[in-house]
Nanobody, 124 residues
Framework: VQLQASGGGLAQAGGSLRLSCAAS????????MGWFRQGPGKEREFVAA????????KYTDSVKGRFTISRNNAKNTADLQMNNLNAEDTAVYYC??????????????????WGQGTLVTVSS
């Protein structure tokens, strides 16, 4: 499966952006989906994940209550709604797909398909 992330851009602190991940060459319904990000001078980190059927989600603590991950298997997409953005959210965001068991979805080593990344810049 090939993934393409989009929707990044410039936002004001407190603003919102919605990222989208579109898949081709396969069905996303067989994958747990994740979003990761890499800020300036930082290592890539887990942001959020959603289970195959969309029934379970997981977030890193810093985005809980602000970000919402969702998916539409019929459209082969997975989105990340980001609200109340702050400067610490500035990063390149990547969507990724994994078949790993749910308990390990925060570990990027288990993701085999990655989107190209989309840049989110939050100005304060």
């Amino acid at each position: 499966v090939q993934l393409q992330a989009s929707g990044g851009g410039l936002a004001q602190a407190g603003g919102s952006l919605r990222l989208s991940c579109a898949a081709s060459g396969g069905s996303l319904s067989t994958y747990n989906m994740g979003w990761f990000r890499q800020g300036p001078g930082k290592e890539r980190e887990f942001v959020a994940a959603i289970s195959r059927n969309g029934g379970t989600t997981k977030y890193t603590d810093s985005v809980k209550g602000r970000f919402t991950i969702s998916r539409n298997n019929a459209k082969n997409t997975a989105d990340l709604q980001m609200n109340n953005l702050n400067a610490e959210d500035t990063a390149v965001y990547y969507c990724a797909a994994t078949t790993i068991v749910w308990g390990r979805v925060t570990e990027e080593a288990f993701y085999k398909a990655w989107g190209q990344g989309t840049l989110v810049t939050v100005s304060s």
